[in-house]
């Protein structure tokens, strides 16, 4: 049982194929566009009112945690640094932005600009696999308006997308308390190419692979899989099925026994003997199923082989699964993991929270009833006890999150790898206090404002408000 | 009240730039790992057991509706379409593919298999914007097992995620009654690119546009958008904003106004004058602060100016303010519609239906317990009172929905435009009863099997169970 399904099927990283950059260059010449037009048309008017050398401080928070979640794992800057690294605009996207109705009054000398635009900004963030809590900045880009301005859409749902689903991850592997889980959602992502990206933030979040073959190929996540159920009905009856996967994948052979009676799927699958790293189970009374199938694996001598469940699980039902004893070695977990589907999205905001005009630092701030942000740019310092939110600058005791990541538009130094990330969200997460790793609503992490910073929240607000 | 307030800000399709092609390019060297291993651990499984040239027929379908929806539309086609006809495998993927531990016994021609492999088979589809329900293919994929097989995995994402949000979209358009509904969510959409595709359904599902650029550069959607906090925070003061807005904007210029405090800055917008195409409240009582914003309006004889809304809408917010008489004009809808938050997956399959061998047809199914499906190509024919699900070949009343989109690997004809799309959501919801256009759960619409369809289906279990 403690042998993990996964190495058992001879599943292993594709070493030689990890790297974060292949991604972008699918986006170089055509990332100009891939934002609100709000943002560009904003562009237009901050060039045409002179404030292109003003120098802004933009911050992405979140303004609460959905109700199920105790903390979210910040995820997805390697995407955000591949975009910025690259952000341009080409002829014909310019002449597409001419031809609209709200450019008709931009200055010329504005498509002149885009045309040159290259992002010279600095980037501070949270390194991947950092769990993170409502008013505490994933990251910080402080760059000339119209730089900082345009990533807004971008950084809001690559950040907001790859944090959801790592941190709906993470709850899925706690609840498996061992077991492995294995991230199988692509089918159900919001398009294919989200499927490959919740793939990566699964991966962070501490599942041990993925399905997704584009994920395994550009990131160097472990990929894994056997059969469904259109190769066993291929074949005429599923003995033959499954001697063929036999041929075909060897020691790696996990057979798929639920296309008719899993009971017998299993009797057949045990009968074929070795080699054979498992079953998966698809549909069903999975805590019943399970300890059939392992008496009927067992009583076949295949007590190396392991049981896969899959279909409709999430960290609840993995959780329950678990604590029954199910004889379950892994997990595979789709459409709950891969759509975060208790909690589809992210509260997140990208506010412009500081601006240097000709020196002089002014702090802005947004005082609407509901939807409030606080001023100037910021630190997070975080100790055993709680995290402090500091003005950018301050000391404070314990980890600063926010590192500097680029500056100057160059990158600092390269990013930690997606493994190196994976690992800082378990160190993290073994940190935290355990009411917060369950799947319950515990306790809050304290978070406080710094009194400099609460200071300047004061002063900006009668400085706007009076 | 009645004209709506995008076309009054100058919004309108960037005509010349409608076009699908576009969007598969990018695709064309990296499509072929976009999928899940299994698909691909079975394509060498096939291969390996002499079922290369074995003809296979999968079917898209629902096996249920969300509990919050009494229809989905078609969508996605022809991203599915580009996919097809782009699929293919570069050397590297291949060589990827070959180090991994699950190929190890593949044979060796499988990988010059791979190398040649193009999609030479046959698609039938409902067009985009046809109203379908469960049980009933969206689209039919028929070609030899490995090139149908493949496909799997993005033929369930790409066409479930697009018909979820087109259908979300349907529901928001038909609670606005009339009232322009406007795309804003790229920002909560599970990736960027999430955001394009989903503004391409929402089109297609009746909103009047999009805030997402590159959906339309590359779809020719209606792109709209005018200004953010940002913006405003960067002045001193609303005035500022307000005249630089203006001055940049002209006639599509719509005033933000709830940045600090909505009626101030209603007040402040209105004395800005003309040109103003309206303004817009993003947080707040919509109802009441609509009630005032327009009368501050008027009062300043901006009676042309209309009111948008925006900020945490759905369906049932948005029927709620129209019925309450809020004199909103238009609704920007963002996180609910981007992520179908209340239904943010649907229970969809693609199923092996049939198979052909040397010319013999041999039909499959599943049956396990609570998952099945139904053996045999299919026919859905729809005549003003039901569907009826027929075998693939029979006659029927009304109209046949699937038709041929590729024949042998080649497009039959220019699929319809996404205007087209749009135009048959339309018209086919106008004919579904209304009570299957309200918000709640109505009586289902009609959904029988043929007389042949039944047989086929008792005739298939008899053989596979006995």
């Known amino acids: 049982m403690g042998q993990p399904i996964l190495a058992a099927a001879g599943f292993q990283p594709a070493l030689g194929w990890v790297g974060q950059a292949s991604a972008c260059q699918r986006y170089t010449s055509m990332n100009g566009l891939l934002t609100d037009l709000y943002e560009l048309t904003m562009a237009a008017g901050y060039f045409d009112a002179g404030k292109a050398a003003e120098k802004a401080t933009f911050e992405f928070t979140l303004r609460r945690l959905p109700p199920q979640r105790n903390f979210v794992l910040a995820a997805g800057l390697a995407q955000v640094v591949d975009y910025l690294l690259n952000l341009s605009f080409t002829a014909d996207e310019i002449s597409y932005l001419r031809g609209l109705a709200q450019f008709r009054l931009a200055p010329g000398a504005f498509f002149d600009y885009l045309r040159q635009f290259r992002f010279t900004g600095d980037v501070f963030a949270a390194p991947e696999g950092t769990p993170l809590f409502p008013g505490e900045p994933f990251l910080t880009i402080r760059a000339p308006i119209i730089e900082a301005q345009i990533p807004e859409t971008y950084v809001l749902s690559m950040v907001a997308f790859q944090s959801m689903i790592a941190s709906k991850a993470a709850r899925t592997v706690e609840a498996a308390a061992g077991r492995d889980v294995v991230e199988f959602g692509t089918r159900r992502a919001h398009t294919p190419e989200a499927g490959v990206l919740g793939a990566r933030a699964a991966y962070i979040g501490g599942c041990a692979g993925t399905s997704n073959t584009l994920a395994g190929y550009r990131f160097g996540i472990p990929v894994m899989g056997t ?14 099925a499954f001697r063929q996967l036999q041929r075909v994948l060897g020691e790696a052979s996990v057979q798929l026994i639920d296309t008719y009676e899993p009971l017998e799927g299993a009797r057949l699958a045990a009968q074929g003997g070795s080699p054979l790293a498992g079953v998966r189970l698809d549909s069903g009374d999975f805590l019943v199923l399970s300890r059939q199938v392992r008496e009927i694996l067992d009583a076949a001598g295949l007590s190396e082989a392991r049981i896969m469940a899959s279909g409709d699980l999430d960290e609840y039902r993995i959780r329950d699964l678990v ?15 891969a759509t975060s589907a208790d909690a589809p999205n992210l509260n997140a905001v990208y506010k412009l929270v500081e601006l240097e ?71 993290c997460l073994s940190k935290l206090p355990p009411a917060l790793r369950q799947l319950e609503t515990g306790e809050p992490w304290p978070v406080i404002f710094s009194r400099e910073l609460r200071e300047l929240i004061e002063r900006t607000r009668h400085n706007l408000l009076g």
Chains 1, 2 share one sequence.
Do not use: N
Request: net charge positive; hydrophobic share 35%.
């Open 227 to 240: 059969a469904g159920h259109s190769w066993v009905m291929s074949f005429c009856g599923e003995k033959e």
């Open 357 to 427: 005009i000709s020196g002089i630092h002014r702090y802005t701030a947004k005082y609407s009833e509901d939807k409030p942000s606080y001023p100037g740019a910021k630190q997070v310092f975080r100790d055993a006890a709680r995290d402090v939110i500091a003005r950018s600058g301050e000391c404070g005791k314990g980890e600063a999150l926010l590192r500097p990541v680029i500056l100057g538009g160059r990158l600092v130094e390269p990013l930690p790898t997606l493994g190196q990330a994976r690992q800082r969200a378990a160190e």
């Open 323 to 337: 604590k029954a004893g199910a004889p379950i070695d892994a997990f595979g977990v789709g459409t709950q993991l």
